[in-house]
């Protein structure tokens, strides 16, 4: 007769400020309140861009039967909402960047392993529609078919939505993108996205993967 087997239980944050965890869906998945409870969100394995779904990983808890739930962040409302997904429907992959935007001096700093590697200017959301503060992460990169247009050549969507703009399509989400408006940078006008100069979104873009922590603060 084979013995049950049987795991330590506990739980513990995932991340710091030199690495953090992305958790890419491996097959349809649910998100619960907490582990093995009723589910509140429902997710496949691309989201409605036909990306990959990627949430940000807060924390792992593991249970004597030796089961494993991460704490993620999820793309949706409210800004900041978490849940508990079963290790087994996730593949783990660490991130060593961190994007921080500075309301207040409307500067966008990329830092790697801790360090600093890129700061530049960007244009932040207007009075009316402003960018919202919070911790979130890049949930998909998106590259537009005209680069020309009002994201330049690429756009880092990241998990945060307008707290104004709730009609918009998918929610108004929000995204460090290009423009085709080039002396906007530095100046609060957008609809709550970060635009920054084309040739800086294509530095961001090539070192910024999917689940890439991103700080908004005044």
Known sequence: ????????SGSSSLGSRRAAYAAVAARRLRAYRSPGRRPF????????NGVPTVFGVRAVRTFRDCSRWYRVQLPRR???????VRAADVE???VRTRVEVDLSSRRVT?????RAVLRTIGAIGSPATP????????????IPEDASGPFGPGAIGISAFSEVLTGWTQGGPIAIHGTNQPWS??????????RVRNDVLRRLFRQTTAGTPVI???
């Open 1 to 8: 007769m084979v013995a049950a087997r049987s795991c330590a």
């Open 41 to 48: 969100a429902r997710f496949g394995t691309l989201n409605k």
């Open 78 to 84: 409210p800004n900041g909402v978490e849940g508990w």
């Open 92 to 94: 783990l992959a660490k």
């Open 110 to 114: 990329l830092f790697r392993d801790g």
């Open 131 to 142: 960018t919202p503060t919070g911790r979130y992460y890049v949930n998909q990169r998106l």
């Open 185 to 194: 940078v530095g100046k609060a006008v957008s609809n709550g996205c970060v």
């Open 216 to 218: 908004i603060h005044v």
